[in-house]
């Protein structure tokens, strides 16, 4: 490796190292002679392309793969992981990004599970329990009684009961996978704050981010993998750009490279007065209307539960809605119903990839073409080798990193599974695309080939319409951003009008232009 830096603040005694370690999986190498320490004190940011081997290494530390070659070393003793009890009594703990929670037991139970406090009599104190998680939920600072039931909680709440998990096993090391993914700006900053404790009591922690400015705010030293390999190891405060060509091994000239038509097309989708109930918590969207033209890209902007996703969900008839209309093309769309949504020419990319836009048992090949199946079937007969030839093709136009088509979704990358269920609305003709949150947990070098492709959609006449979390995303890749409140339209701006004050200061308003004013709510990098 390069640009090795030991003056590491705070870095004290190596609580483990990694020598040499590779791992290889059915036509996939996916560590090759992988190199890494961690020392008591730190925060070490691993950092790498979807595919790069993160989740391979993290998954080796934890017990969950053990390396082919190489070896792991504790406190300089070369150990064997072969479980997660393992790595629990080697001071080893990691928070992956899908939670490993009991949706029907309570915090208390979930952070203890398995571990619970006994009395003499051997039964299982719930007293000692609630007070020992109590102290763990302060030291996370969470305000959620131990006796809730984990199935109530929010994303961001069940990231601090996981932390409050890792930290009761005592943990001398770290692992956090994309900890900050499903965060808001202001739990973000809480969570750093509890990270930087950790480090300054001596923990090591090992930190993968796709966020590349949270390197320099909390990290000390970046190991950089490529293509399963340790390519670099360098100080976090490495420019943003250098990380970028460590990371991808070339340079990216432009992180959004929108390339927008000289004159926008005709409208493709026009949404008149729509309008549907929320129930108690007053309306999930109210008299919503808009117009997205062929060759336009539209963001859709907003703060943390404007409705944007509901929106989408409704015009793509996965949610019925009460009052208004939907035309493609000129022609009204049925509501509540998807096949017709397909028919007429969308696709939806929803904001959860794994749980509602892939069979993730599924092969590539099933998924890429399950949006067409019906242009497939003959007289109740499939035609599977005119689906692996077209799926075969799509694969390598969005370069899907994989061994073959019949690798299931779920063994996929982050980045490689966001492609997939794009390539399945380009292989069923989609005319519009409404992109939620198509960037989510993937690294810029993917971003930068989503961005180009949706260049090229417009280009060719397709439209899309773009939910995000991320304000330089929206303002970086649309030629106009409409912007919600609390369920309703509040604003649109041109790409000239588009600035991050801007877009906050309709983003914050009132349904009667009030002010709210509570920026702590928005999501990614300023809305959600």
């Not at 393992?86 to 952070?111: K, S």
């Not at 208004?324 to 990839?353: K, T, Y």
């Not at 497939?376 to 136009?397: S, W």
């Amino acid at each position: 490796m390069t640009g090795v830096n030991d003056d590491v603040p705070g870095g004290g005694r190596e609580l483990l190292r990694v020598e040499g370690v590779t791992k290889s999986f059915p036509g996939v190498r996916a560590l090759d002679g992988v190199d890494l320490s961690l020392r008591a004190g730190e925060v070490h940011v691993l950092l790498g392309e979807n595919g790069a081997g993160k989740s391979t290494l993290i998954k080796m530390l934890s017990g969950a793969h053990r390396p082919d070659e190489g070896r792991v070393l504790v406190d300089g003793e070369e150990v064997t992981v072969r479980s997660a009890q393992d790595a629990g009594r080697l001071g080893i703990a990691t928070i992956h990004q899908e939670f490993n929670l009991v949706p029907g037991l309570t915090v208390a139970e979930n952070i203890f599970l398995g571990r619970q406090p006994r009395t003499p009599l051997g039964l299982i104190d719930r007293r000692a329990m609630r007070t020992k998680a109590a102290e763990l939920l302060r030291r996370v600072r969470l305000d959620v009684s131990p006796a809730a039931p984990v199935a109530g909680l929010g994303i961001a709440r069940l990231q601090m009961v996981e932390i409050a998990k890792a930290l009761s096993l005592d943990a001398r090391v770290l692992i956090m996978d994309e900890p900050t993914a499903v965060l808001t700006s202001g739990e973000v900053a809480t969570l750093f704050g509890i990270v930087r404790e950790l480090r300054d009591s001596g923990v090591g922690v090992l930190f993968i981010t796709h966020h590349l400015e949270e390197i320099a705010a909390l990290g000390d030293r970046v190991t950089v993998l490529r293509d399963g390999r340790s390519v670099a190891e360098v100080p976090a405060s490495t420019g943003e750009d250098e990380l970028i060509r460590l990371m991808v091994g070339r340079d990216i000239a432009e992180q959004y490279p929108r390339q927008a038509p000289p004159e926008p097309g005709p409208p493709l989708l026009k949404v008149r007065g729509l309008t549907r109930a929320g129930g108690g918590t007053g309306p999930a969207f109210t008299d919503i209307g808009f117009e997205v033209r062929a060759g336009e890209v539209v963001g859709l902007a907003g703060l943390v539960g404007a409705g944007r996703t509901e929106v989408a969900r409704a015009l793509f008839g996965v949610d019925g809605y009460d009052a208004g209309s939907v035309e493609v093309d000129g022609a009204a769309l049925a509501r509540g119903d998807v096949r017709a949504a397909m028919r007429a020419g969308l696709g939806l990319v929803p904001e959860d990839r794994k749980g509602q836009g892939l069979l993730l048992d599924a092969s590539l090949a099933d998924n890429l073409t399950l949006a067409r199946l019906d242009r497939d079937t003959r007289r109740g007969l499939v035609d599977r080798r005119g689906q692996r030839r077209e799926a075969a093709a799509v694969a390598e136009r969005l370069k899907v990193r994989m061994s073959g088509l019949d690798q299931s979704a779920r063994t996929l990358s982050g980045g490689n599974q966001q492609k997939i269920v794009i390539g399945k609305w380009l292989l069923a003709g989609a005319r519009l695309l409404i992109l939620d949150e198509p960037t989510r947990g993937i690294d810029v070098g993917a971003k930068v080939e989503i961005y180009q492709l949706v260049n090229e959609l417009t280009a060719a006449g397709r439209a899309v319409l773009m939910i995000s979390s991320d304000l330089p995303e929206v303002l970086g890749m649309s030629d106009r951003v409409l912007v919600m409140a609390q369920g309703r339209l509040v604003g649109e701006l041109s790409g000239e009008q588009a600035t991050q004050d801007a877009v906050m200061e309709l983003a914050v308003r009132q349904p009667t232009d009030s002010r709210n004013g509570d920026e702590s709510a928005m999501e990614g990098s300023d809305v959600g």
